[in-house]
């Protein structure tokens, strides 16, 4: 493959890229649009913000729907940890 | 609205979550696979791993989706710093 190929190929899965970060960034917002709701719910029936075991259930299924797909498990690990704990941060801050 | 009917509606958010979680863990396979292609071209080719002016670009885009689409901006900065630091990793990786 020549450089000016390879600029090319590149600047093709960049392409790529930026159509599915559109679509991550939109299914995130459906997704805390959700929790947002979520939240609502708890507080108004003083429910825990936290629920251990149905975080666990969730990690454990997401890691075998990723696996199948071809991502490394520790990925959707680190991330899904990253968005629940945004999303147990607003839930706090809905009862305060 | 009653304590039984929030359980109700408390499992009706989590199939939301479940579905898109399913999608978001799609997207995100989908994308390391890009990116790996990426990877490979940046090892045979000897290009730098880091692009920040297209990360800030990317960034910056992206940010101003989650702005449309409701969705909090510190959060769309956090889960893409956790993925674009991954993409590196690997790609370091793919160098060595």
Redesign the interface.
């Known amino acids: 493959?020549e450089?000016l190929h390879?600029a090319e190929?590149?600047s093709s899965?960049?392409n790529?890229?930026?159509n599915?970060?559109?679509?991550?960034?939109?299914?995130?917002?459906?997704?805390?649009?959700?929790?947002n709701?979520?939240g609502e719910?708890k507080a108004?029936?003083n429910?825990p913000e936290v629920d251990t075991n149905?975080e666990e259930i969730?990690l454990s299924?997401?890691k075998t729907?990723?696996q199948d797909?071809?991502?490394?498990q520790t990925?959707?690990e680190?991330?899904?940890r990253?968005?629940i704990s945004?999303v147990i941060l607003r839930h706090s801050q809905m009862k305060n």
């Open positions: 493959m450089k390879s190929q590149l899965y960049r790529t890229i930026d599915l970060d559109a679509a991550l960034i939109h299914i995130l917002a459906e997704r805390f649009r959700c929790t709701k979520i719910l108004t029936y429910l149905r969730q299924r997401l729907i990723a797909a071809g991502l490394d990925i959707v680190k991330c899904m990253l968005i945004e």
